[in-house]
């Protein structure tokens, strides 16, 4: 649930030196720019932070800032929010939501969950408040493998919401698991044609793939991770080409870390920008500083729901330090 203050009637103008300006306003505000690795290269070079799912969570949870300026879904605010029930959250742009989260709605993920009664709810952290709220676990793709690890053999699971991570979960751990049956729109465009021709003209670049892709994608990737462990990788790889199967935001980073390799994004099926989430790039630097200057929109969530949601996610993090 989302709601925004009073906007200005009169445009505001906007400073010359936008990046100054930001900068300015952390200190104004005490404020901290979380960003996703999915935002727009511009707005990663302005943010004290730039992670997956998980390391945004635990920045979230650690951090002493006043305000909590994130830049990339709604989800993500969401959970800094949870986190910092007392904190002045905002978000850039309301209308960045997420194909995944969307693909679960409540009402329907409630009749769900009751038909499986004894199972254990695991949700991957790309979902809403509400749906942290009616699950056991949340986990992200840095760590899914790990909490599945960690949970009695005998005891069922529901996985949600998405399916692709579910399965390459399940491929990892042998563990068999009841999946809702959601998905990425970007993870789940890539063309498997359309990458193997890319690998007969690069015949040197390594496939790298993030596990929210379909399975005929991931079974042509040499190495399988979440955005950050993707980072990792091809910092320490003695490989200097990489066929990159996930949001290209990401390659930002990877230029920054490794800037003597190439990477090339890989192409989804139509001759669009579909591999690339409209979500997240509905941030923009412009959006973010008038965020902090006008102090909204700010993330606000039921009571209840905060509170239910927290224990799953306080219960990640506790394990994900095990």
Known sequence: MFTTAPRPTQPTALPKDLFAAVEQLKKDLNA?????YYQEPEIQ????????SLGLSQQAAATDADVIVFAGVHFMAETAKILNPHKLVLLPDLEAGCSLAESCPPAAFAKFKAAHPDHFVISYINCTAEIKAMSDLICTSSNAVKLVNQLPPEQPIIFAPDRNLGRYVMAQTGRDMVLWQGSCIVHETFSEKKILQLKMEYPQAEIIAH??????????ASFVGSTTALLKHVQQSSC???????????????EKQVPE?????APP???????????????????LYLAMKNRSPEITLPAEVQTAALRPIQKMLEMSAA
């Open 211 to 220: 596990p929210e892709c379909e399975a005929p994608v991931l079974r042509h």
């Open 45 to 52: 070079d302005v943010a004290d932070y730039i992670g997956d």
């Open 240 to 254: 200097n080409q990489f066929i990159v199967v996930t949001e290209p935001g990401i390659i930002h980073q990877m």
């Open 32 to 36: 901290v720019i979380l960003a996703h």
């Open 269 to 287: 099926m139509n001759n669009c920008a579909c591999n690339e989430c409209p979500h997240m790039r509905l941030n923009t630097l412009e959006k």
């Open 261 to 265: 390799k190439l990477f090339i994004p």
